[in-house]
């Protein structure tokens, strides 16, 4: 049985997560970590100034982290030095919080880190990889959706799909909406939406003369996330202390 706590519990990807460790025959929920403390699912939820205590006493094997960025990073820390697996799903790091967590985790424990854990998605980066390498010498555009309450923009998702457009293209400029005369040169242009219950979608637009190439992955329930981030919890425990992505996950 592989023990599971998760920080951020009370939200809406913890609440998701722990429902399907709930309902997972060789997993077991032990609790976890938020803000305000309370209870889940029958088993504890602390708040964040408890969670190294949390981690003796209940000894999870994974620990997975939605919260807000630099809550993760204190949290990953925490798990690090416990010698806890980790999966984490928080977004809008810092290139600073990034490095603080790259250097907590190796060398001490295994981690999975993605900034999307649907399995579509991680095919539809694979499909952009493609577009881009081959459609370099078109305009091309991001455009994400997500709900009124998301706090990081653009989404950690559409930030891995401008890191992969930069690999395939070189073009490494963004242009973050636009206003005013703004003649289009080179630059990726990246268009953030935010409004009502929209759970997560993305558009990758190719634009040449007389013709254009859209690629859309739409995200309709939290659970395409969550079923990701069991598999991941699956995965982790026992590998060697290191970052692991999904392609390994999924055996992309
Ligand atoms: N990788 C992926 O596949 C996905 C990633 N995400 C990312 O996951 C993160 C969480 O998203 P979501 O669940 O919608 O957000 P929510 O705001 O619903 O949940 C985050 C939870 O973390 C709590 N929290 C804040 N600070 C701390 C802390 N210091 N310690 C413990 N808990 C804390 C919040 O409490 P309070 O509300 O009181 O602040 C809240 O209960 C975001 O970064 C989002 O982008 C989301 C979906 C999929
Ligand atoms: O905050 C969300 O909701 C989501 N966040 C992730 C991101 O920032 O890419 C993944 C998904 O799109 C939902």
Redesign the pocket.
């Given at each position: 049985m592989t023990k599971i706590a998760i920080?951020?519990?009370?939200?809406?990807?913890?609440t998701?997560i722990a429902n399907l460790v709930n309902e997972a025959d060789d997993l077991m929920f032990v609790g976890?970590?938020?803000?305000?403390a309370g209870t889940l699912l029958g088993a504890p939820v602390v708040?964040?100034s408890e969670?190294r205590t949390f981690l003796q006493e209940e000894k999870p094997d994974v620990l997975i982290d939605?919260?807000?960025?630099?809550?993760?990073v204190?949290?990953i820390i925490a798990a690090s030095e416990a010698g806890v697996a980790l999966v984490?799903?928080?977004?809008?790091f810092s290139p600073e919080q990034r490095s603080k967590i790259d250097a907590a985790i190796n060398g001490s424990v295994p981690a999975v880190i993605?900034?999307?854990?649907?399995v579509g998605?991680n095919i539809f980066w694979r499909l952009v990889r493609e577009a881009a390498s081959r459609l370099g010498d078109y305009d091309i555009e991001v455009i994400e959706a997500?709900?009124r309450?998301?706090?990081?923009a653009p989404?950690?998702?559409a930030r891995t799909i401008l890191e992969i457009i930069g690999e395939e293209t070189g073009k490494t400029e963004c242009m973050y909406g636009r206003e005013g005369m703004t003649e289009r040169k080179d630059e990726v242009g990246v268009h953030v939406v935010r409004g009502g219950d929209i759970v997560?979608d993305h558009t990758v637009l190719f634009a040449a003369n007389n013709e254009t190439i859209e690629l859309s992955h739409r995200?309709y329930d939290?659970a395409v996330?969550a079923h990701?981030?069991i598999r991941a919890a699956r995965y982790v425990p026992g590998k060697a202390p290191g970052i692991y992505s999904m392609d390994e996950v999924l055996d992309l």
């Amino acid at each position: 049985m592989t023990k599971i706590a998760i920080c951020g519990a009370l939200g809406r990807m913890g609440t998701t997560i722990a429902n399907l460790v709930n309902e997972a025959d060789d997993l077991m929920f032990v609790g976890g970590v938020d803000v305000n403390a309370g209870t889940l699912l029958g088993a504890p939820v602390v708040p964040s100034s408890e969670i190294r205590t949390f981690l003796q006493e209940e000894k999870p094997d994974v620990l997975i982290d939605f919260t807000i960025a630099h809550a993760a990073v204190e949290n990953i820390i925490a798990a690090s030095e416990a010698g806890v697996a980790l999966v984490v799903g928080t977004t809008g790091f810092s290139p600073e919080q990034r490095s603080k967590i790259d250097a907590a985790i190796n060398g001490s424990v295994p981690a999975v880190i993605s900034s999307n854990y649907s399995v579509g998605m991680n095919i539809f980066w694979r499909l952009v990889r493609e577009a881009a390498s081959r459609l370099g010498d078109y305009d091309i555009e991001v455009i994400e959706a997500h709900h009124r309450y998301k706090k990081d923009a653009p989404s950690g998702t559409a930030r891995t799909i401008l890191e992969i457009i930069g690999e395939e293209t070189g073009k490494t400029e963004c242009m973050y909406g636009r206003e005013g005369m703004t003649e289009r040169k080179d630059e990726v242009g990246v268009h953030v939406v935010r409004g009502g219950d929209i759970v997560g979608d993305h558009t990758v637009l190719f634009a040449a003369n007389n013709e254009t190439i859209e690629l859309s992955h739409r995200a309709y329930d939290r659970a395409v996330f969550a079923h990701g981030v069991i598999r991941a919890a699956r995965y982790v425990p026992g590998k060697a202390p290191g970052i692991y992505s999904m392609d390994e996950v999924l055996d992309l």
